[in-house]
C-alpha cells in the first residue's frame, strides 16, 4: 500500500485533531508532573506506536525522568491480536526500584499492557503505572487498571499519531477513522 497515498480514500473523518492531542498531552503532563513530584520516574515507551505521544508527553511534564524504550508486538501487520506479546527489542535500563510509568498510544484487548506490566513488576520496579492516550473499551479481554489516558474511544479502527495500519499512516499528524471499506480491501489482499 503506497505510503499515505489518497489520504482521503483512506480516512473516514478525524477523530482528533493536533491541538485535542495537545490538549490530552497538556492535561496528562500537568497531572503526572503533581503525581511524580519528587520522584525520578523511568518512562517506558512501548515502541512503535508511543513514539510520538512520548515525545510530546514528556515535554509537557516538569519531572527529573529517565526515558527507555521496548519493542512490543502482537499484532505484526495483522488487524487483530494474536494474543501473544512479543518483546522485539528490551529495555537498557534495570527497573529495580524504579517508579516506572508505561506510555502506549493505546489500550485494546489489554493484553500488551497487562504484559509489561507483570514483567515490570516481576523486574522489581517499586511501582508500574502506565499512561495511556487512547482506551478503547470496547475488545478488552482482560481487566486491567489505565491509571491515566487521555480520551476514550468507540470501536473504529483509529491511525496516526502513532498508531499504525498495516504498518502505515504513523505519522499523521492528528489520528483519524480508517474507512470501513479500506479495511475490506486490505483484508482481501
Ligand atoms: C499496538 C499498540 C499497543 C497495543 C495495544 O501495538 O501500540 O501497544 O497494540 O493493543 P492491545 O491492548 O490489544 O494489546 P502493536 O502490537 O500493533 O505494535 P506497534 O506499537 O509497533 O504498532
Redesign the pocket.
Known sequence: MPKNDNIDNIIDHKLFTEQDIHNMCVKLGKQLTEDYAGKKPLIVG?????IFFLTDLVREMNVKEQIDFM?????GDSLE?SGQ?KIISDLATDVKDRDVLIV??????????KFMKELLKKRGAKSVKCCVLLNKKA?RQIDIDVEYYGSKVGNEFVVGY???FMSFYRNLRYIGVLKPEAIKLAANK
Do not use: C, P, R
Open positions: 512501548a515502541l512503535k506506536g508511543a519493542d512490543v508486538s502482537s499484532y491480536s506479546v502506549e498510544d493505546i489500550v485494546d484487548t489489554g493484553l500488551t499492557l475488545n502513532g498508531l499504525d
